[in-house]
């Protein structure tokens, strides 16, 4: 087994293994029906039911370069996806969730998405232009890119509260990578965690009630593969925060926003070493 799917249950506390495999996966998203999970591996994406069986390819057209920034609209019609192959930069592109042909979201590049706003109408993602790092925010159809951080650090990981108000992120400003949160109509940031870990990738709860982290040890850098990280909750303001457990990951583990549409559940990649 390399990679383990599974989906974590917040009121209970249990873990439910949906998937084993020898090769390597990434990212899952709950689909919007809640009945399966997209996720990424060998530059595509996949369907995978909850039932346990196997996974079934999703058409992304010339797209077969694809990482593992992607994910759902809220209204379940698109497919936001991160991919090089026309390029050879990532760029950011929208299809129909059941597959079909990629349509280019921004030409800056790279850039990697990470959230959709609650409404649907825009996309947040990580743009690096000239080695900067920032957020930035589009139109779904493109052409409207609104730059949020201004090169404070590194900037990474958008995404948005549920109330569509926020817009959390990781930055390095303050020196070790912690999570921040920008008002998503752009504004001053505030910082949310103050820990001695390395945190990575916040994703709000649908209910507004969390927010889920995956956290590094504090001398770790960036957010590499295989190592022991531990998925940390907390409240919206930074708050109560908790580890749930620990675990061996780190990148692919959840990159993306992986809750369940009720925020009851989140699903995430578990791994065993290469």
Request: aromatic content about 10%; hydrophobic content about 30%.
């Amino acid at each position: 087994m390399r990679s383990s799917v599974e989906i974590f249950t917040v009121d209970t506390g249990q873990t439910q293994v949906v998937w084993q495999t020898d090769r390597l996966v990434e990212a899952p998203n709950f689909a919007p029906d809640g009945d399966g999970l997209i996720l990424n591996g060998d530059g595509r994406l996949w369907r995978l039911g909850l039932d346990g069986g196997e996974p079934e390819a999703i058409d992304t057209g010339f797209a077969v370069r694809v990482n593992n920034d992607h994910g759902p609209s809220p209204d379940g019609r698109l497919l936001a996806i991160s991919d090089k192959t026309e390029f050879g930069k990532t760029a950011i592109y929208t299809l129909p969730l059941g597959g079909g042909t990629p349509k280019l979201l921004t030409p800056d590049l790279p850039s990697y998405w990470h959230g959709w706003s609650p409404d649907g109408a825009r996309l947040t993602y990580c743009g690096i232009r000239d080695q900067v790092f920032d957020i930035y925010t589009n139109a779904v159809d493109g052409g409207d890119e609104v730059r949020l951080t201004q090169g404070e650090g590194r900037n990474d990981g958008p995404d948005y509260s549920a109330d569509g108000r926020w817009i959390y992120f990781n930055s390095s400003r303050s020196g070790r990578m912690q999570i921040w949160r920008v008002p998503a109509e752009g504004g001053p940031a505030e910082r949310i965690t103050d820990s001695p870990y390395g945190d990575w990738f916040p994703h709000p709860s649908p209910d507004g009630r969390s927010v889920l982290v995956i956290s590094y040890d504090g001398d770790v850098i960036d957010h590499p593969r295989d190592l022991t990280v531990r998925l940390r909750m907390m409240d919206p303001d930074g708050g109560n925060a908790r580890e749930l457990f620990e675990l061996f990951g780190g990148q692919g583990t959840m990159n993306v926003p992986n809750w369940s549409a009720d925020g009851k559940r989140f699903a995430f990649v578990r791994y065993a070493p290469a």
